[in-house]
């Protein structure tokens, strides 16, 4: 168990989904946040649904008296570089003893001063995006006896992850057997195990992504849970959306969509309507292994109740599917309305496709 | 300019077509193979469309005589790893001073053992598959005043780098200034520059791909025709297929397809037939920048005369696009029926797309 310091300097507010994610779901506890912004509030102050009392600090100096075990590098910016002006807290926290954990790009382990010091003082640096070394998709999740399921949807940083994470507790609660597999940074940190499928090498993609199927089904769950990652219309991260929709055979699909979101960040690439999305990504599978959509999990985050219920009843009426947000709702509801559905279909259905 | 010796033992009639690429497109001379199961033969003995009269050899030894500059790692095994018993040769390469030249994943210049080598004889290791850092997608793609082509195709190695390259140079031969864009190993070697989309990280792939095309621009070229890879429903490869799909931005694509082949390696993934490769291709761009099929280039290698005809003629009604083999009747035709196609879209197209 680690007692998280988070780095977010005057980010965490705004733009740290890694943090988020991790004080939500995390068993690891949150213990303070280092961001001198919002120094002397608490986590629940700033962001209310984490429901966190940890404190803000402006140091990492000052987080120490909470007795964290680690600092968290608790953003992912684009592209994943450290920020330079943060180099100095990271170093404060290895002379203090404390591990590293950090999901950018940039390896901090590789990084000649970081390395240094964390043998001076016999600290670890977790680098989560850091991928093993995984063969070439070989077809062999074809062969995994769980349904797999895969998040997919109309853009990044709509709550694929946090859907998928979800369903699987309430799966777990009704009884069911389901393994939750992470494809980026914090669902990594999350779960404890996992590969950033984005930092694979594009010819491995499809092949990092069957091995995590395969390491789920070693654990003989009833239901395989993928979260997704990206959009298969995102101008930059598509690839790897495709790479987890042939990579990892799933035999059914969840489509996770924010209702608020219109277009992908500055590309001005307009997000697709349901029939769209669905139609592109069962074609697309169609021709490789059959798969189709099965529900819709919506972020309503902000709306008004009603604003919510109207945006989930249309979604189910459009599409002739379970909707439902499982945020505000609670997961139970569209996990007994999908897990019907979650069955394995024919390994070799694809052969049969002309 | 090279003079290359190839190592491709027991491998070159069969598979190394990388070696192929090179010894028919490639400004450098290959003055001997090395491949054992051929020797005291020549090339043209073993593949006779590649018209070299450059001996095959029993060992990199035995090249010498033909005062080679360079030994080029002539395959390009699934996976890209260095088959264990060609050390040697390579060594005895670099002790003779020869550079080397390798499109393997495997880095040979990070290969502890070629690395000391090659310093202590001051020889040059070209990893050609290497990529140099890239900036994620960013859109300036889409401000390319030169029309961009992008080769697209029904499966991996039917012939989509000779097509790009046949067709730039019947477009030289016309007098249209166009530049091709070498995606990978082979290209790479063949134009001496380019980047190796499968190797780049997955998150950067379509930056890869959008860098490609402005360094390409840069040159002022009235067209920018672009190697494709791999095939939208490659169960393994499909990523570096959409990252060049959407990073290049292309405004027109050209589809490559071996009329042989019906499904994909051991995968049994089918080929898809024409109506369905141009609806799904051109479904995917509409979202984000539109491009329409242009063109079809077969590859009717190893058919009768008539049979290639038949499939030509059968191509172009069913589609109603132009369509050739351009390696069997010359790359002018097709050049002249899709260039008055080549026109650059509205940059902003993507964004009016609902």
Chains 1, 2 share one sequence.
Request: glycine share 8%; with cysteine.
């Amino acid at each position: 168990m680690r007692r998280y310091a988070i780095l977010a300097p005057a980010q965490f507010a705004e733009n740290a989904k890694t943090a988020h994610g991790v004080i939500r779901y995390s068993n690891d506890e949150t213990v303070a946040v280092v961001d001198p912004s919002c120094a002397g509030r608490m986590v629940r102050d700033v962001v209310p649904y984490l429901e966190s009392s940890a404190p803000f600090v402006a140091s990492v100096a000052d987080a120490l008296q909470f007795k964290p075990t680690s600092l968290l590098i608790g953003t992912a910016p684009k592209g994943g570089k450290l920020p330079e002006e943060w180099r100095a807290e990271i170093l404060s926290a290895i002379a203090a003893g404390l591990e590293i954990v950090s999901g950018l790009h940039d390896m901090l382990g590789d990084d000649p001063q970081f390395a240094a010091a964390a043998r001076r003082h016999g600290v670890r640096i977790w680098d989560v995006r850091k991928p093993p070394d995984v063969p070439l998709f070989s077809g062999s999740a074809y062969d995994v006896k769980a349904p797999v399921v895969l998040a997919v949807g109309h853009d990044c940083a709509v709550g694929k992850m946090t859907v998928m994470l979800e369903l699987a507790r309430a799966a777990r609660e009704v009884g069911a057997n389901a393994e939750f597999v992470p494809t980026g940074q914090t669902g990594i940190m999350i779960a404890g195990w996992g590969i950033s499928v984005d930092r694979v090498i594009s010819d491995f993609a499809t092949g990092a992504s069957e091995h995590l199927v395969i390491e789920a089904a070693r654990r003989n769950p009833e239901y395989i849970l993928v979260e997704g990652q990206g959009a298969i219309n995102h101008p930059a991260y598509a690839p790897v959306t495709l790479a987890l929709l042939f990579g990892c055979a799933p035999d059914a699909l969840l489509l996770v969509v924010d209702v608020k979101r219109t277009s992908m960040e500055t590309y001005g690439t307009p997000t697709l309507p349901y029939s769209r999305l669905i139609a592109m990504h069962e074609d697309l599978c169609a021709t490789v292994k059959p798969a189709s959509v099965v529900g819709i999990a919506l972020n309503t985050f902000g709306l008004e109740e009603s604003a919510a219920a109207e945006e989930i009843a249309r979604a189910s009426a459009e599409t002739s599917l379970p909707a439902d947000d499982v945020v505000r709702n609670g997961a139970a509801r569209l996990w007994e309305a999908i897990a019907p559905a979650l069955i394995k279909r024919h390994p070799l259905s694809a052969k049969v496709v002309a």
